[in-house]
């Protein structure tokens, strides 16, 4: 499994920070914008939309941080990182899907991603009313 990534943008790096904090086996791969990597034909296949973070498990090709996360939690049911059940889960992707709303900003997803599923509605409020 291979990871396409940037680290200097906040997409990206919640997506490595996932995989080294669980040291899951996953290669992560830096791409050069320099080289223009991501315009390539080889890399356009992975993703069409020619940005990054993308991974790569055998001949499954996903792009999209969050949707990267809810994978990687979900084929590594160790890291604990989504609740099982329907409610616990369904709160989650609500905070997922609320992150993607603030135009890209990780404000909620590290509270989303927890070991006791415990959201800090109070700090993700005050994130999002400190937004204007």
């Given at each position: 499994?291979r990871?396409?990534?940037?680290?200097?943008?906040?997409n990206?790096?919640k997506?490595?920070a996932?995989?080294?904090?669980?040291?899951?086996?996953?290669?992560?791969?830096h791409?050069s914008?320099?080289?223009?990597?991501t315009?390539?034909p080889e890399?356009?296949?992975?993703?069409?939309?020619?940005?990054?973070?993308?991974?790569?498990?055998?001949?499954?090709?996903?792009?999209?941080s969050?949707?990267i996360?809810t994978?990687l939690?979900?084929?590594?049911p160790?890291?604990?990182?989504?609740?099982?059940?329907p409610?616990?889960r369904?709160d989650a992707?609500?905070w997922?899907h609320?992150?993607?709303?603030?135009?890209?900003?990780?404000v909620?997803?590290s509270?989303?991603?927890?070991g006791?599923?415990?959201v800090d509605?109070?700090?993700?409020a005050?994130l999002?009313?400190?937004?204007?």
């Amino acid at each position: 499994m291979r990871l396409y990534t940037f680290t200097i943008t906040p997409n990206n790096r919640k997506v490595e920070a996932f995989v080294r904090h669980f040291d899951l086996p996953v290669e992560v791969h830096h791409v050069s914008f320099k080289d223009r990597e991501t315009q390539s034909p080889e890399y356009l296949a992975i993703n069409p939309m020619a940005r990054v973070p993308a991974l790569v498990d055998g001949d499954f090709k996903l792009w999209e941080s969050n949707a990267i996360l809810t994978y990687l939690a979900t084929l590594f049911p160790q890291t604990k990182a989504l609740p099982t059940d329907p409610r616990g889960r369904a709160d989650a992707d609500r905070w997922l899907h609320w992150v993607g709303y603030l135009d890209g900003e990780p404000v909620a997803t590290s509270s989303a991603f927890v070991g006791d599923h415990h959201v800090d509605v109070e700090f993700v409020a005050t994130l999002a009313s400190a937004r204007g």
